[in-house]
DNA sequence: CACGCATACTCATGAAAGTGACTAGTCACT
DNA sequence: AGTGACTAGTCACTTTCATGAGTATGCGTG
């Protein structure tokens, strides 16, 4: 039950229409959390059913109604409840992890080929988030942004969005270096 | 559909029995891969219905009885299969980012326990898989090991899982340091 | 000698997440 | 005039995940 909190988060700092939040979460922009268009939708229409959020109906002229949604003050306090009890820690949950656990009985070659795929997304999505970090805090230097800056809730999780596919590049990048070293090694031998 | 080769994965290098993978796969000891006992006695009766393991009964005197399995070469074609196939990458999902996301409108001591709590755990499990990195690499350097080692795959995942633990916790350490630093400004002014 | 804890599992149920397909209009390009 | 991409969503369905409880035995600790 952590969608509708990451809906509600998405939400605070400005009015988005279903739409928009739905590009927010889908795959490679979302720095916190990721869901489908589906998901999001159904969230949203529980949400406002509840009344932690509310909907009101933009009409648009060259392109179908939108409706926007802001958060509630009962959604707030629902958020700081949230909030207040411990989090429970995720676990790294990846297809490519469970590739390499196996390693040793694969190819080396599919798994080379695997590695510098997740490499090379890897290395696509950090750049993205350090592009979005950079519009954050605008002429600023980061200390000082950090510092006085307007928002900093999604500047710290789109760092850490970062730093996480950073880690999976070089990740990537030592495994696919220890997968040939072994294979010279065992070509020697 | 990838706990399925999580579990075939945990039994390419041991024969183990059912209690000693959801051991494995128990939270807090996972490297690669987490789930719930039931899933794992649940996926293993399927593969084993699929012929992608094979099990045997152990007759145990002072506890009961138990079953050992092993992948067979069904199951190792199966995972070949699966590794040939693109991964698909997985993304952040942490209650935590979510909190840290809406920052600016929660209650910054409330938040500030939130990442305590959780910079205290990614220590203690970065700990963890650092004693499990030095057990399997054993009298050995590190460089050497991964050359000339006998099984590099859940070392490699098992790094994986310190560094993203250690990501985690200097996050943490980092947003408390912004979140009080602001507090502090905010009091000056 | 009662209590909790470890081994070794199973069953039932519900909540959450993911997948595919589908509507319907606008815009730009070919 | 047709194609695909973008906006803005909805419906139906399945898989996966999580929870709580239950069974049975033995072992050590206070």
Redesign the pocket.
């Known amino acids: ?3 509708r909190h990451a809906v509600l988060a998405a939400l605070l700092d400005e009015e988005l ?4 939040v739905t590009k927010a979460f889908a795959a490679g922009v979302a720095n916190f959390w ?6 999001v ?1 159904a969230e949203l ?1 529980r949400l406002e059913k509840e009344g932690l959020v509310a909907g009101r109906e933009v009409v ?1 002229v ?3 109604n ?2 926007l949604f802001r958060v509630t003050g009962e959604g707030l306090a629902e958020l700081e409840s949230f909030a207040s009890a411990a989090a429970k820690p995720s676990f790294l949950r990846e297809d490519l992890l469970v590739q390499v656990q196996a390693a040793d009985h694969l190819d080396t070659d599919v798994l080379i080929d695997r590695l510098t795929e997740r490499y090379a997304f890897a290395e696509a999505k950090a750049a993205l988030f350090e592009e979005q970090l950079r519009a954050m805090r605008g002429e600023r230097g980061e200390a000082e942004f950090l510092l006085h800056g307007a928002r900093v809730g999604p500047y710290l999780t789109c760092r850490r969005g970062r730093d996480f596919e950073r880690a999976n590049r070089d990740w990537c990048r030592d495994a696919v270096e220890v997968l040939r070293a072994r294979r010279e090694a065992r070509a020697d031998s």
């Open positions: 039950m952590a969608l229409s279903g739409y928009q990721h869901a489908l268009p589906q998901q939708y229409a648009q060259a392109r179908p939108k409706r």
